[in-house]
């Protein structure tokens, strides 16, 4: 247990380092992806506050199929556009030149396939579980502690699901090199890591927690708001570069 954390300590300190020690090639592969995010959120919010309130007023008429759709597509295209480069950048030593970084294409379609994967081979099986334990084996809410009960198995299965897309996460920067790992791979790599990955998520959970309070302090609330999503991305994105330095390349100084 204290061997899992301490693993997972180190990798989480050595990518944050990673972060900390580039963090203007950071921005050069993230800052304007990231206001292409922020433009296809105020461009949804503008149709949704294009809706009249009061019944019986002139209705504009919006495209939402279309605009909704390009939102979804910028949401799921930019994060892997960033951690494609930011991948190539730890991994190859591939800078990014001036401030609009390298799209990769091949690598970055490779990258979302494999995204998908992961994210299907691991909510499929916790929310059977879930299911299963709310249908048939927790108490129901309303009885005594079974409220608590609940939130704390809700806890628990985020954080085993947390870890196992860790497990799974090597098949990502593999991607972004352009090579093909099957998850079956990804998963012999980082065997006998639960531990080490639990420890990581719990890490990650308690790094947004301390940031979310930080929004809240006045006067730095705003900017440390508009900065949590970006760190939080950064963070995660850094982590699975540095997992799978770890663990796939077998170099111990990842991130260093």
């Known amino acids: 247990m204290f061997k899992g954390f301490g693993m997972g300590w180190s990798i989480f300190r050595q990518s944050v380092l990673a972060l900390w020690h580039n963090a203007g090639t950071a921005l ?14 105020v461009l949804a919010f503008a149709a949704v506050y294009a809706i009249p309130s009061r019944p019986g007023a002139a209705v504009t008429p919006v495209p939402f199929l279309a ?14 556009w960033i ?3 930011w ?18 294409g091949v690598n970055l379609g490779r990258y979302i396939l494999r995204a998908v994967l992961v994210f299907l081979a691991t909510a499929v099986p916790t929310l059977i579980v879930g299911i299963v334990l709310v249908k048939y084996v927790l108490p129901t809410p309303a009885s005594g502690g079974g409220y608590f009960l609940l939130k704390g198995c809700q806890l628990g299965l985020s954080l085993l699901w947390g870890a196992a897309i860790l497990r799974f996460s090597p098949v990502l920067p593999a991607a972004a090199l352009g090579e093909t790992m099957p998850l079956e791979d990804a998963l012999d790599a980082t065997v006998g890591t639960n531990g080490t ?7 990650i959970v308690a790094t947004n927690i301390a940031l979310q309070i930080l929004g809240f302090v006045p006067v730095i609330g705003i900017l440390a708001r508009l900065a949590t999503g ?9 982590i699975i570069t540095t997992v799978f330095a770890r663990f796939v390349e077998e170099d111990q100084t990842a991130g260093d």
């Open 28 to 41: 050069r592969l993230s800052l304007i992806p990231s206001l292409l995010i922020v433009a296809a959120l």
């Open 87 to 104: 991948h190539r950048f730890m991994l190859l030593g591939e800078r990014p030149r001036g401030w609009w970084p390298r799209l990769h």
């Open 230 to 238: 970006w760190v939080m991305m950064m963070i995660g994105i850094s």
């Open 83 to 85: 951690a494609v480069g």
């Open 197 to 203: 990955m639990l420890a990581l998520v719990a890490l």
């Open 67 to 80: 605009i909704w759709s390009a939102v979804f597509l910028i949401l799921a295209l930019v994060p892997a």
